[in-house]
């Protein structure tokens, strides 16, 4: 029988499959901190059998919002995001990468109308590709390959 | 083809045919902009330009334009003298020239302003530049420039020369040229070479361009030299500007080893990356081209505003 690490959660969001050592970081973009009140589960290096080692967030009491399974998708674009209720599995689906990207991510052209404090713009991206993950400023078509640290928190 | 009430934002948002439209469009203003003939063709029509950079071709050329078509101008030169200086942000002002006018040009520092601008006015709005974004028009009368004195753009081999990182001409000039099949050579000092996001934004058009920083190497057998200056207002360090200003200086010399039918072409301002000796030269192509700026806007402004039609 296995061992279990960590208790199952009645009611909340278990995000699976994160890149190993990402895990922190989806914590501060769902910003789970100290204040949280409810139980918060990290397992990180985790061993999988599709993707060699993962990292695992187990969130009680909480459903993701769609703008901030958006953002996880942007860092684990393979991570599952299961819905407990119950103890039960009510939804599981894997994140999808949108093809547009609004509000979540900032552009990393400083000189960029989108970066305007005085202008309130809120940055959109096109996806140009998914694997890896680039995204193209809609407004001064600044590609960003490294998404992770340009998104908004 | 659909020109009426159109923004024109980059020179990628249009194809090729679209591109020789405007280049038609443009030959046949020639006379009125040499002053031969008058025309009423945007009478009782106002162009907002609104120029919150330093800018004398574009603003003059765009008002001249105007003008020779019948129409009027407004807008202001300079922000500071405008109710931007009390803060007003970009999205209000374009609001505020939506309703006054019918057309706007817009000039601005920050990169991607003239789209931002366009979400914000029912009206055209033309890119003016927009820092070291886009600046389509002037990839336009380069274009028509080129095609002036070649008779034809496609096959052409096209030197781009200078700052390809910050100059904005260039980025829109290389990506119309991949549409009509030229070949490319990039000639940059090392630091400011071309984006790399240009570069595979071309490659994705199965376009390769040669890059080095030997101009000596490039020049014989090239058809049209395209030179930027080096832009010190872009440095935000004026010791990696004196590292590569003077890098490159087309005169007599050079011009010995290309081909007799070369042609030299600038955007300007120049400062000194032609020598003046060259000016004199059947190469010196710079000034003809700035005066292009008038036809080439005339294009633009009528097709946007009254659309195809005669």
Redesign the interface.
Known sequence: MKEMKVQPIKNGTVIDHIPQGMALRVLRILNVDERIGSTVSVLMHVHSQKHGLKDVVKIEDRELKPKEVDKISLIAPNATINIIRNYIVAEKYVVKVPDEVHGIVRCT?L????N?P????EPRFITISKKPIILK???????IEDVASQIII | MQFKGRDVIAVKDFSKEEIIHILDEAEKMIPAAKGLTRLKTLEGRILCTLFFEPSTRTRLSFESAMQILGGGVIGFADPSGASVAKGETLADTIRMADAFGDVIVLRHPLEGAARFASEYASIPVINGGDGAGQHPTQTLLDLFTIRQAKGKIEGKKVILLGDLKYGRTVHSMAYALAMFDVEMIFVSPRGLEMPREVIRGLSSIGVTPLETNNLQDVIQDADVLYVTRIQKERFADIEDYLKVAGTYRVDLELLKNAKKDLIVMHPLPRVDEISREVDATPHAWYFKQAFNAIPVRMAILKLVLEGEGP
């Open positions: 052209n000189s960029c109308i989108s305007d005085k202008e309130c713009v400023c809609k407004y001064c078509e600044r590609e």
